[in-house]
């Protein structure tokens, strides 16, 4: 079987175009840490406030890092501002009570949607202390732009 030569070309140039897309994908999950989520974990909505795993929102140490609970609800964070160790294992553990909500950390490999009925997770460790912006990426309604906290890396 004879292949013409733009052919052949075309054939190449698309299957570059895949091994391309592979490397970032594979450089992006090794060297950045970006994984997708692959905790789950459900919780009843309506009771989320309530449920011992959220009752106490807030920063809680572990031994080797710190675990956050954060309940995401129209429209804020709770709490709004988060004190963590610097060059530690942050664990954060998010639910929403009412409606899908973002946790996005800006600048850092921590972006999780939080979705109601379940219960998100994320792990990181910030090497840079100072203050990071927490910003809901997930339109919420009226006061979607309104919703953020902070997150303050210290250092050790
Ligand atoms: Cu919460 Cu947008």
Redesign the pocket.
Known sequence: MKIHIYEKAWMVGSLGVLVAFAAAILGSAVAQGLHPPSHVETIDPTTAGSDPRFSATGVHQTTDGAEVIVL?Q??AFIPAEIRVPAGKKITFRLTSPD?V??FQVVGTNVNVMVVPGYVSQVTSTFERPGEYLIA??????V??HM?AGKLIVEAP
């Not at 809901?136 to 309604?141: A, L």
């Open positions: 995401a129209v429209w409606l909500h973002g809901c990426n997930e339109y919420c309604g006061g979607h919703m």
